[in-house]
């Protein structure tokens, strides 16, 4: 397909072309924001398997639930919207582990980059490892609400579009997740790593370095079926 055919056309008309029956416009939108609805699922689920089937449903989800989207958000909250509640489907149905529990006043992103690349050195990988071996042990809605606020960078009122609850209900479930899982992830960071990068930064560009090779490719994205409208 040719991108440049969409130019700047936005994400609502793209929505709108593909429900009258645009056979590339769906296609264009799934280029647009497939990354961060990967990197989304990967941190939430923690399985590489998991996150690629839970992104194939929600993208099939949300191709044959297009007619419904009346413009009452950004398209993009839609499908991150649509994306966590196949995750938290996803996660309720695993057997959750219980743990000891970043402390309230710690991000996680001075554990891990939102969007740090795969090439990271290996201690970084490792990093990574760790830190969702711990987000899998917190109950799924806890785990939805850092992994946007604290690892993609959306602000809460927005995180609190995608998940459907008040700003305070997301605050409250940062907080216990961040508590939960600071006596697991004290010695991941010990003194000078949080000097690594600068203090409070955070990377908000729409784009995630997260490898998408395990998930769903443009095509396939919209014709493996298991979705829900």
């Not at 740090?116 to 109950?139: I, K, M």
């Not at 000097?195 to 560009?205: E, I, Q, V, Y």
């Given at each position: ?26 296609g ?16 939430t ?6 996150a690629?089937d ?92 850092l ?23 997301v ?14 992830l ?31 490719n443009?095509t396939d ?9």
């Amino acid at each position: 397909m040719d991108n440049a055919r969409f130019g700047d056309t936005s994400d609502g008309e793209l929505l709108k072309r593909h429900v009258a029956g645009d056979p590339d416009a769906f296609g264009e939108l799934v280029r647009r924001h497939r990354d961060r609805l990967w990197a989304v699922a990967l941190r939430t689920l923690g399985d590489r398997e998991e996150a690629a089937d839970a992104v194939q449903d929600a993208l099939v989800s949300a191709y044959r639930a297009a007619h419904t989207f009346r413009g009452q958000s950004a398209v993009t909250t839609w499908l991150h919207r649509i994306t966590v509640n196949a995750c938290l489907d996803r996660a309720r149905k695993a057997a959750s582990r219980r743990t000891s529990p970043v402390a309230e006043t710690e991000r996680l992103e001075q554990l891990l980059e939102p969007h740090e690349s795969a090439a990271a050195p290996a201690e970084r990988g490792d990093l990574h490892r760790e830190l969702l071996r711990a987000l899998r042990t917190l109950p799924p809605e806890q785990r939805a609400a850092l992994v946007l606020v604290d690892m993609q960078g959306y602000p809460v009122a927005e995180a609190a579009k995608i998940l459907e609850v008040p700003t305070g209900t997301v605050k409250s479930r940062c907080a216990r997740g961040r508590a939960r899982l600071l006596p697991m992830l004290t010695h991941l960071h010990p003194s000078g790593r949080g000097s690594d990068s600068p203090s409070g930064a955070r990377n908000r560009t729409q784009g995630t370095s997260v490898p998408p090779a395990a998930g769903p490719n443009d095509t396939d994205a919209v014709k493996g079926g298991g979705g829900r409208a």
